[in-house]
């Protein structure tokens, strides 16, 4: 099954993206960080994808945090990983032990794209507001290059751009 890209009415998109440019301050109605944790996946995690693939990424993580395998907050999900403590004595996560991959690859989390990152934003916003799961409960996706473990002991729900998602 796939997704057609054209779901999202622009007009729609275009809204939320004229709404959030007149916030002075992101994070005033967001305290707790949740829309910028969801904004931070969808950017790493698939900001090259269409507004469907970003957008199937964000309802996995919604999706995982409904559930009690998962931590019931947004980024208690994104942020999910082992940890240890550095030299210095800070906890850090352990490289390539994280739920998603960006978090503990080794590299950091610096934002070098200020439009896919607002596109992340606003789409995140979108999401925790509320919107239809195209994904059908998916709570697992991976890239269609590789083959994980899991992979063949769940339901494929749905394949938007190169993202196989599951639940």
């Given at each position: 099954m796939s997704f057609d890209k054209q779901f999202i009415p622009l007009w729609i998109v275009m809204g939320f993206m004229i709404?959030?440019?007149l916030s002075q301050e992101l994070k005033s109605w967001?305290?707790?960080?949740?829309?910028?944790?969801?904004?931070?996946?969808?950017?790493f995690e698939s900001g090259n994808q269409s507004d469907a693939g970003r957008l199937a990424v964000g309802h996995v993580i919604?999706?995982?945090?409904?559930m009690r395998e998962y931590p019931d907050t947004i980024c208690g999900v994104v942020h999910q990983a082992k940890w240890?403590?550095?030299?210095k004595g800070n906890m850090i996560p352990v490289k390539h032990q994280c739920q998603f991959s960006y978090f503990c690859d080794g590299k950091p989390e610096e934002i070098e794209d200020s439009k896919t990152w607002n596109e992340s934003y606003m789409l995140a916003t979108l999401l925790v507001n509320g919107m239809?799961?195209?994904?059908?409960?998916?709570?697992?996706y991976h890239n269609d290059t590789v083959h994980?473990?899991?992979?063949?002991?769940?339901?494929k729900t749905v394949t938007i751009d190169n993202h196989i998602f599951y639940k």
């Amino acid at each position: 099954m796939s997704f057609d890209k054209q779901f999202i009415p622009l007009w729609i998109v275009m809204g939320f993206m004229i709404l959030m440019s007149l916030s002075q301050e992101l994070k005033s109605w967001d305290e707790n960080g949740e829309v910028a944790c969801l904004a931070e996946a969808i950017y790493f995690e698939s900001g090259n994808q269409s507004d469907a693939g970003r957008l199937a990424v964000g309802h996995v993580i919604l999706n995982r945090q409904e559930m009690r395998e998962y931590p019931d907050t947004i980024c208690g999900v994104v942020h999910q990983a082992k940890w240890k403590e550095n030299w210095k004595g800070n906890m850090i996560p352990v490289k390539h032990q994280c739920q998603f991959s960006y978090f503990c690859d080794g590299k950091p989390e610096e934002i070098e794209d200020s439009k896919t990152w607002n596109e992340s934003y606003m789409l995140a916003t979108l999401l925790v507001n509320g919107m239809y799961d195209f994904t059908h409960g998916a709570s697992h996706y991976h890239n269609d290059t590789v083959h994980p473990y899991w992979a063949d002991h769940l339901y494929k729900t749905v394949t938007i751009d190169n993202h196989i998602f599951y639940k």
